[in-house]
C-alpha cells in the first residue's frame, strides 16, 4: 500500500510540475539566446508600461518610441488590463513574461486534463496527454519566437470542457470569466478560436442549452449581471480597438 502511495504520489503530483518546467528550462538558464524575434518587442513593451507608471507616473496610453508613435489601447495584443499587468510592474520585464507564460501552463494542462477526465479518460493518462498539449511543438515555436499574444491558447482545453459542462450559471459565469480574460490579456486569438468552437459545439448538439436555459430561469439577476460585467471588462479593449480601426 505504501509503495503504491509512493507511486500515486510522484506520478500525479511530482512529475508532471517537473515536466512544465523542464519544458521552459532553456528559458530559465540560457535567455540571453533566446531574447530575439518577438521576445524583443513584447519585453520592449513590458519595459515601456513599467516605465510609463513608475517613471512617468502616467496611465499608459500612447508609446512614442514605435512608427513614430501609437496608441497602446488600441493595440489588441496589449495587456494593460490585464492581471498579468501586476507581475509587468513587479518583475522585469522578460520574468514577467515569462511567468505568464508558466502560469498559463499549468492552467492549460489542467484544463486539458478535466477535458479527458469528462471523456472518461484514466487519470494517468488524462494528466501526461495534457502535458503532451503543454509541451507540443507548436507551443513550442511560437514561445521561441515570443509569440506571447498565443498565450492564452494555453486555455482552449478549459473552454472546451466549460461548454460542454454548461448546464448552470456558475459555468456561464466561468466561461465569461476566461473570455474576458482572452480580451483584456491580449488574447484576440484564443478570444476568435473560442467563439468559433462554442458555435460549433452547439451546431452539432454538444451543449446540454435546455438544462442551461432552465438553470437561467432560476437565477435571472445572476445571469443578467454576468453578461452585464462581461460586456463592462472587454469594453476596455474593445472600444479602443475598434475606435482606432473605424
Known amino acids: 500500500v505504501y509503495c503504491n502511495m509512493k507511486y500515486r504520489r510522484i506520478v500525479y503530483y511530482i512529475l508532471p510540475p517537473l515536466i512544465i518546467l523542464a519544458g521552459y528550462f532553456m528559458y530559465f538558464f540560457y535567455y540571453d539566446r533566446v531574447i530575439n524575434f518577438d521576445w524583443g518587442f513584447f519585453n520592449s513593451l513590458s519595459h515601456l508600461l513599467k516605465s510609463i507608471i513608475f517613471e512617468y507616473h502616467r496611465f499608459p496610453v500612447h508609446d512614442p518610441w514605435v512608427c513614430g508613435g501609437v496608441d497602446i489601447l488600441s493595440r489588441p495584443q496589449n495587456w494593460v488590463f490585464s492581471p498579468f499587468i501586476v507581475s509587468t510592474l ?24 478535466k477535458l479527458l477526465k469528462h471523456y472518461g479518460v484514466s487519470t494517468t493518462v488524462s494528466i501526461y496527454c495534457s502535458l503532451l498539449f503543454i509541451n507540443s511543438s507548436w507551443f513550442g515555436l511560437h514561445i521561441a519566437n515570443g509569440h506571447l499574444a498565443f498565450r492564452t491558447l494555453f486555455l482552449l ?50 451543449v446540454p442549452i435546455k438544462v442551461f436555459i432552465s438553470d437561467i430561469a432560476k437565477n435571472k439577476l445572476t445571469f443578467i449581471l454576468t453578461v452585464v460585467a462581461f460586456l463592462l471588462v472587454s469594453s476596455a479593449k474593445i472600444i479602443p480597438v475598434l475606435s482606432n480601426t473605424i
Open 90 to 113: 513587479l518583475l522585469p520585464p522578460y520574468v514577467a513574461n515569462l511567468f505568464s507564460l508558466l502560469v498559463l501552463s499549468f492552467v492549460g494542462a489542467w484544463g486539458m486534463y
Open 157 to 206: 482545453p478549459l473552454v472546451i470542457f466549460v461548454v460542454l459542462t454548461l448546464t448552470n450559471v456558475r459555468k456561464f459565469v466561468a466561461l465569461s470569466l476566461i473570455m474576458s480574460f482572452f480580451l483584456v490579456d491580449g488574447g484576440i486569438y484564443a478570444f476568435i478560436y473560442s467563439v468559433v468552437i462554442i458555435f460549433f459545439l452547439i451546431i452539432f448538439n454538444m
